[in-house]
């Protein structure tokens, strides 16, 4: 039996106006589901799922939301649940009853903090309380004894040495690890996804920056880690986990959300069931190697790269992922170390993205 790893957006509302939101076009759209689908959904299939992370919207202005994470822990102890906030969770917990849920129901949370610089990251969010809610809110985690995770855009607008080395002392005052999403341009690559989309020069530069002075404890990207540590990861889009919006849809994979991505609802009887032995993802994730990858030496570890990349800049599979910037001939050298001990985390497999741990790193940070 399959123990599915659910990115799930309970509701569509939310609290900021970011313009560089993966998903905002889709959340205008649409009607959301409520509590009582929500938990028939759940009772339907818990056995099927292993891992529950709760994102986009901004999960925490609903107290069904909270009710429903309190119903999971209490019937379906299993199944480990995280949730990734704006940082308006410390707000929310002011409710007692909320209060209650996040300390006894909740065992992860993610926290969004892209600079840091206070004012640089309400601008970017569009909120005037968004830097402050993320520090109470990782103030609230260490209080509690939370593990949290500071989650940042990786951007070209955000990601330099400075701001970097902010969100490390930021970390490492609260006892929290960091995760990088590199920017998707979800909505096509234009002239306003290229105001966000950082180069592969930049992205290597900045993972090597950190690898240097910090510590990777996870590099969960099919080429990225290939081309610099050497160890093959499988990419976990519409395999090991799947996308669920607020609509009840179901997608491959957190960024590949329009309608030609939907494989189905969670409102269907047994769907997870049916996910499985129908096969439904198989015809949107597709196992074939890119032909322009035929002569590569990572041919067979790479696979082509990242699946939502390829889909997002060129529609189709058929393409190798867009970061790729040559065909190897032979295999590097290891340029960076990967560091995982004593690390877990509902989003280390859950989608590609890249984890970090504040502290010395393998070298002098220059």
């Known amino acids: 039996m399959r123990k599915w790893n659910l990115g799930w957006g309970t509701i569509s509302k939310c609290n900021m106006n970011c313009q560089f939101c993966y998903s905002k076009g889709k959340r205008k759209t649409g009607h959301d589901l409520g509590y009582e689908e929500w938990i028939k959904f759940v009772d339907e299939n818990h056995e099927r799922i292993g891992t529950i992370n709760y994102g986009t919207g901004e999960?925490?202005?609903?107290?069904?939301?909270?009710?429903?994470?309190?119903?999971?822990?209490?019937?379906?102890?299993?199944?480990?649940?995280?949730?990734?906030?704006?940082?308006y969770l410390s707000e929310a917990v002011s409710d007692t009853f909320c209060r209650k849920?996040?300390?006894n129901a909740i065992d992860e949370i993610d926290v969004s903090l892209d600079y840091c610089d206070g004012e640089k990251?309400?601008?970017?969010?569009?909120?005037?309380?968004?830097?402050?809610?993320?520090?109470?809110?990782?103030?609230?985690?260490?209080?509690?004894?939370?593990?949290?995770?500071?989650?940042?855009?990786?951007?070209?607008?955000?990601?330099?040495?400075?701001?970097?080395d902010g969100l490390f002392a930021i970390a490492e005052k609260y006892g929290a690890i960091l995760r990088m999403n590199m920017y998707r341009p979800t909505e096509g690559v234009n002239?306003?996804?290229?105001?966000?989309?950082?180069?592969?020069e930049s992205y290597m530069d900045i993972i090597k920056y950190i690898a240097d002075k910090y510590?990777?404890?996870?590099?969960?990207?099919?080429?990225f880690s290939t081309i610099l540590?050497?160890?093959?990861?499988?990419?976990?889009?519409?395999?090991?986990?799947?996308?669920?919006l607020a609509d009840g849809s179901i997608t491959p994979s957190?960024?590949?959300?329009?309608?030609?991505?939907?494989?189905?609802?969670?409102?269907?009887?047994?769907?997870?069931?049916?996910?499985?032995?129908?096969?439904?993802?198989?015809?949107?994730?597709?196992?074939?190697?890119?032909?322009?990858?035929?002569?590569?030496?990572?041919?067979?570890?790479?696979?082509?790269?990242?699946?939502d990349r390829?889909?997002?800049?060129?529609?189709?599979?058929?393409?190798?992922?867009p970061y790729c910037q040559q065909i190897y001939k032979q295999k590097n050298e290891k340029i960076i170390e990967v560091n995982k001990m004593d690390f877990h985390s509902v989003h280390d497999g859950y989608l590609p993205t890249v984890f970090f741990r504040p502290g010395k790193g393998s070298g002098d940070g220059k």
């Open 101 to 103: 849920v996040f300390i």
């Open 229 to 244: 540590t050497g160890e093959p990861v499988a990419d976990p889009s519409g395999d090991r986990s799947i996308r669920i």
């Open 310 to 321: 390829r889909y997002l800049w060129f529609g189709d599979l058929l393409h190798k992922d």
């Open 254 to 307: 957190t960024y590949l959300i329009d309608s030609r991505y939907v494989v189905g609802n969670i409102t269907e009887k047994d769907i997870l069931l049916k996910l499985e032995e129908q096969d439904m993802l198989k015809h949107i994730i597709l196992t074939e190697i890119p032909e322009e990858c035929a002569e590569c030496v990572y041919r067979e570890t790479c696979r082509g790269g990242v699946f």
């Open 215 to 223: 510590q990777v404890i996870s590099l969960n990207d099919t080429l």
């Open 121 to 164: 990251h309400n601008q970017f969010r569009g909120q005037p309380a968004a830097y402050q809610w993320a520090i109470n809110t990782l103030e609230l985690c260490q209080r509690y004894g939370k593990a949290a995770t500071i989650v940042f855009l990786g951007s070209r607008k955000n990601i330099n040495r400075h701001n970097i």
């Open 191 to 200: 002239e306003s996804s290229k105001e966000f989309i950082i180069d592969c």
């Open 59 to 87: 999960n925490t202005l609903s107290k069904d939301w909270f009710r429903l994470v309190d119903y999971i822990r209490q019937n379906y102890p299993g199944i480990r649940q995280a949730l990734t906030t704006n940082g």
